[in-house]
């Protein structure tokens, strides 16, 4: 009996992917434990292995494809001994609808539920999308793209024969015919109110104001992230502590350490961030939390996510263990971690079960700035930059300090007011005094 292969979750957050490549083409024969395919996720490219093995009989979805749900059907496998060619796609389970219970058991056939009748007097017609204009009464269908470049031509769409579905004109209609007589005004486009007010056009269930912006289909991640941080706004009980912290200290045991350390080591602020974070965590081990709907989940290491951007989003490897890591190890696995993020290469594992985020955008100039919280961990703390400030001293002069501002977003439901400032009290001794991070 064929063999389905589906559509692996190859992210906690995976809901559909990308098959971006298949490995294998039709009539090849696989085992167990074959890449077969690439699957582009909300997070990173990942290969995909076979789990048993078979002939190849038919490739239900095309490489390139985009939106595909998990567990859906991508290709079937025939077992060994069976012919590929009696294959066939598998067949969606229409049910029927479902019977009167007392017709049922009557024995009465029952009668088929006539059609609703169209109210076309009582509620006129929902007008179709605006996606055609008028030209002696036939309608013009063009995308949005093709109308752009064919007033840029000064190509008549009217004269253009659409090639896209139902005769739509596509942008390769318009490139291809030859410019003739000047397009029409975008105004005749798009409907006009009264007040003279050119309104936005409607197509394909979306607002386009003509030529004003440019469509970028949302990808994985964008989706994910959007997703997710939504909810994680609305639905996170979430509130602000912010501190200022003297950064003299810890820049100038930075130099010393870069300058003791082996060829190609350079540590970081933030990778000192990250160990000073951690020893914290351990230090005041009521912050190292998260919610949970069975209770409060006291994780016993700290395993810091550290926030990085990439093209089109944004995504957080995680440092495990950082507290008993050296600033060395700390230091080149963020770098590694840090590259393949770039490249969409990390594992699942790889960014997943954190227990507090780090987001440093000082490296801009921000000043100070909050985040939203990343669940399900309890913390995250923004990161400001590190500027030349006037401070009192103990004696009451005025001296120029080095200060960073920060600020800790806590998730109300496992820490409180005073867990929070606790923490940050912690994290601030061991920056400002970075000897203590030896001890």
């Keep these: 009996m064929a063999i389905e292969i589906t559509m692996p979750a190859l992210s906690p957050t995976m809901e559909e992917g990308k098959l971006a490549k298949w490995l294998v083409k039709e009539g090849d024969t696989v085992s167990s434990g074959d890449v077969i395919a690439e699957i582009e996720t909300d997070k990173a490219t990942m290969e995909v292995e076979a789990i048993d093995e078979g002939t190849v009989a038919k490739i239900l979805v095309e490489e390139g494809s985009e939106g595909v749900k998990v567990n859906s059907v991508i290709a079937m496998l025939a077992e060994d001994g069976e012919d590929a060619s009696d294959v066939s796609a598998p067949s969606g389970d229409a049910k029927p609808p479902k019977q009167e219970a007392e017709a049922e058991k009557a024995g009465a056939k029952p009668e088929p539920k006539p059609e609703p009748e169209k109210e076309t007097s009582v509620e006129p017609e929902k007008p179709k999308a605006l996606a055609t204009t008028q030209k002696d009464g036939d309608r013009i269908k063009a ?24 005769g739509r004109i596509i942008r390769k209609d318009v490139e291809a015919a030859e410019a003739g007589a000047p397009a029409k005004p975008q105004a005749a486009a798009s409907p006009v109110k009264p007040d003279g007010l050119i309104l936005p056009q409607v197509l394909d269930d979306r607002i386009y104001a003509l030529d004003s912006y440019e469509l970028v289909p949302l990808d994985g991640m964008r989706k994910t992230v959007a997703k997710r941080l939504t909810e994680s706004f609305m639905q996170v009980p979430h509130f602000p502590l912010e501190v200022d912290i003297q950064l003299d200290k810890l820049l100038s045991s930075r130099s010393a350490i870069n300058a003791a350390a082996p060829e190609g080591v350079k540590v970081s602020v933030n990778d000192m961030l990250i160990k000073a974070s951690a020893l914290a965590l351990m230090a005041e081990p009521d912050c190292n939390t998260s919610y949970t709907d069975n209770g409060i989940a006291y994780h016993k290491s700290a395993n810091i996510s550290v926030a990085v951007a990439i093209d089109g989003g944004l995504i957080t490897p995680v440092i495990r263990d950082a507290q008993s ?21 990390l594992k699942p594992q790889e960014y997943t079960g954190g227990t507090f985020s780090i987001s440093n955008l000082g490296m801009f100039g921000i000043k100070s700035f909050g985040s939203i919280i990343n669940p399900p961990e309890g913390m995250i703390m923004s990161v400001g930059a590190g500027e030349k400030r006037a401070v009192v001293a103990d004696d009451g002069s005025i001296v120029a300090r080095t200060v960073m501002s920060v600020t800790l977003t806590c998730d109300h439901r496992v820490i409180g007011g005073a867990e929070g400032a606790k923490w940050l009290q912690a994290f601030k001794r061991f920056v400002e005094t970075p000897e203590a991070m030896l001890l």
């Design 143 to 166: 995308s949005p793209l093709a109308r752009r470049i064919a007033a840029q031509k000064g190509v008549d769409l009217g004269s253009v024969k659409g090639s896209g579905p139902h």
């Design 325 to 345: 890591k050296g600033l060395r190890e700390i230091s080149e696995e963020m770098k590694d971690l840090a590259t393949r993020a770039r490249d969409r290469k």
